[in-house]
């Protein structure tokens, strides 16, 4: 079954303590990009990567992390996270003219 | 830059009522454009695209959109609405020329009222 996978679900972190939330996808896609959403401002992009090694910011990357060492992962660091990255998180992964598939998403809360 | 503009937070209509859910974009190529559905919960759903050729594409549920290069619009309709469409719509744009950019409108909630 073609899917995106993203770990965890939930998470509930400290300031200033360093996360990774992994996303996998089983598609072969070069595409892959991390997305928060906020609730009026839809969907921004964070970081997107458009295959191994080759990733670029997106409209909202100050604060996160992204690498890009095999096809099918692409994890999002938090190096020191604050409570304004509280959020929804998503990974999604396409190819060039195809739809984007979403993983299940990624709910942050930074006390 | 490109960019996504869903003029309406917020749509109601009546079960059986024709619906539409309005788009406009600015891209600098030519344009990918998306929507997806979003339920309570869950991550997004892909709906239909538009990448080239017949202007008016069709997607799952019954959905289908208007690509309309003139005034840069992409709205979705459907001509019958139901109860279990009441749902989150995102509208998003590519620019053929970076695929791995995209840019998502802020979200339209419909509302089906039996």
């Known amino acids: 079954e073609a899917q995106v996978t993203q770990n965890p679900r939930y998470l509930i972190t400290v300031t200033g303590k360093k996360l990774t939330v992994t996303c996998s996808q089983n598609?072969?896609?070069?595409?892959m990009s991390w997305y928060r959403q906020d609730p009026g401002l839809g969907l921004r992009q964070i970081y997107y990567s458009m295959n191994v090694e080759v990733t670029d910011k997106g409209d909202v990357p100050e604060g996160y992390k992204v690498s890009r060492k095999e096809k099918r992962n692409f994890p999002l660091i938090l190096e020191s996270p604050s409570p304004n990255q509280t959020s929804l998180y998503f990974c999604?992964?396409?190819?060039?003219?195809?739809?984007?598939?979403f993983g299940q998403g990624t709910r942050l809360t930074v006390v | 830059a490109q960019s996504v503009a869903q003029p309406e937070d917020q749509v109601n209509v009546a079960e059986g009522n024709p619906l539409t859910v309005k788009c406009t974009y600015s891209?600098?190529?030519?344009?990918?454009l998306f929507w997806y559905v979003q339920y309570p919960n869950r991550g997004l759903q892909f709906l239909l695209k538009?990448?080239?050729?017949?202007?008016l594409v069709k997607g799952s549920y019954g959905f289908e959109a208007e690509f309309n290069k003139s005034q840069t619009s992409f709205h979705l309709k459907k001509p019958s609405a139901l109860v279990s469409d009441s749902a989150l719509y995102f509208c998003a744009v590519r620019d053929n020329t970076n695929a791995g950019k995209s840019t998502f409108g802020d979200g339209t909630t419909l509302t089906v009222k039996p």
């Open positions: 538009y990448i080239t050729g017949d202007n």
């Open positions: 999604a992964s396409s190819s060039s003219g195809t739809a984007a598939f």
């Open positions: 598609m072969n896609h070069e595409y």
């Open positions: 891209v600098s190529g030519n344009p990918y």
